[in-house]
């Protein structure tokens, strides 16, 4: 996941997310029981209605489908073409790519451990400035200066769906669902024809939208016959992908020094 990496100037304020609580309208958990112990009833839930789908665009990856439900989770790159599913009860990280028709998989905890260390508390410096509906959620708005964190969360999603999607986002660890985030980074601006830095705003996550669909276990299944690869950038990026960036490695020269180490 090397790729993805995000530079922690840039989201080391406005990433160091909290536990909040807010609604989505999922069924009901009579037990009264904490997330933890959500995560393990989930498996064993009698009947999921409906799964939260969201649209979001991830400042690196571009456009993500969301797709979480109180027993699943889902993340789907546009961009990149590959799939990563999460189920209850063990909640193993499956990644894979259809195009290529190979999967790679993880335990949570490996997961969570790959994605390096996270803070897990917003900081007081961050004032509710507003809420909002978004589909079916209800969002709080954080701001400290230029930064903002958006966030909506539901008791009825387990705890591990939380952890493995802060993970993947490689934010805070966090009992909420991350709508928005707004940072600054330096970047270089053509003022009266003087190149300076200066900070501006960059958003990092943005949600296009975001609704309550009906519940289908096709949306979290697996593919069946997919060759296994052991390393998680092996499946990130497509067969395709590799061997034209071989090609142009090739062209520069410098074929030998990187493009062979990704095939």
């Given amino acids: 996941m090397e790729?993805?990496?995000l530079e922690r100037r840039m989201f080391g304020l406005a990433l160091m997310l909290s536990s909040?609580?807010?609604?989505?309208?999922?069924?009901?958990?009579?037990?009264?029981?904490?997330?933890?112990?959500?995560?393990?009833?989930?498996?064993?839930?009698?009947?999921?209605?409906?799964?939260?789908?969201?649209?979001?665009?991830?400042?690196?990856?571009?456009?993500?489908?969301?797709?979480?439900?109180p027993k699943a989770l889902k993340l789907i790159s546009k961009a990149q073409g590959y799939k990563v599913v999460a189920k209850a009860p063990t909640?193993?990280?499956?990644?894979?790519?259809d195009d290529d028709k190979v999967l790679c998989r993880m335990s949570m905890d490996e997961f969570i451990r790959h994605s390096g260390p996270r803070s897990g508390r917003l900081p007081d410096s961050f004032k509710v400035v507003g809420e909002r509906k978004i589909g079916p959620l209800k969002v709080k708005e954080y701001r400290q200066g230029a930064h903002e964190v958006w966030l909506a969360a539901e008791s009825k999603i387990p705890q591990a769906v939380y952890d493995i999607l802060?993970?993947?986002?490689?934010?805070?660890?966090?009992?909420s669902i991350i709508i928005r985030v707004v940072s600054e980074d330096e970047v270089e601006s053509?003022?009266?024809g003087v190149r300076k830095k200066e900070m501006q705003p960059v958003i990092m996550i943005d949600t296009k939208n975001a609704e309550m669909v009906p519940y289908k276990d096709s949306d979290y299944e697996?593919?069946?016959?997919?060759?296994?690869?052991?390393?998680?950038?092996?499946?990130?990026?497509?067969?395709?992908?590799?061997?034209?960036?071989?090609?142009?490695?090739?062209?520069?020269?410098l074929g030998e020094k990187f493009g062979k180490q990704g095939k």
Wanted: hydrophobic share 40%.
């Fill in 20 to 69: 909040l609580a807010l609604g989505l309208t999922f069924p009901q958990n009579s037990s009264g029981a904490p997330n933890g112990e959500l995560s393990r009833q989930a498996g064993s839930a009698k009947k999921v209605q409906h799964s939260l789908r969201m649209r979001q665009v991830h400042f690196m990856r571009g456009e993500q489908i969301v797709l979480m439900c």
């Fill in 190 to 192: 053509v003022k009266l």
């Fill in 91 to 97: 909640w193993e990280v499956i990644g894979y790519r």
């Fill in 166 to 175: 802060s993970a993947y986002n490689k934010c805070g660890l966090l009992s």
């Fill in 222 to 253: 697996l593919p069946r016959g997919y060759r296994e690869v052991f390393g998680w950038e092996k499946f990130m990026v497509s067969t395709k992908s590799r061997d034209s960036a071989f090609e142009i490695f090739s062209e520069m020269g």
């Fill in 3 to 5: 790729t993805f990496v």
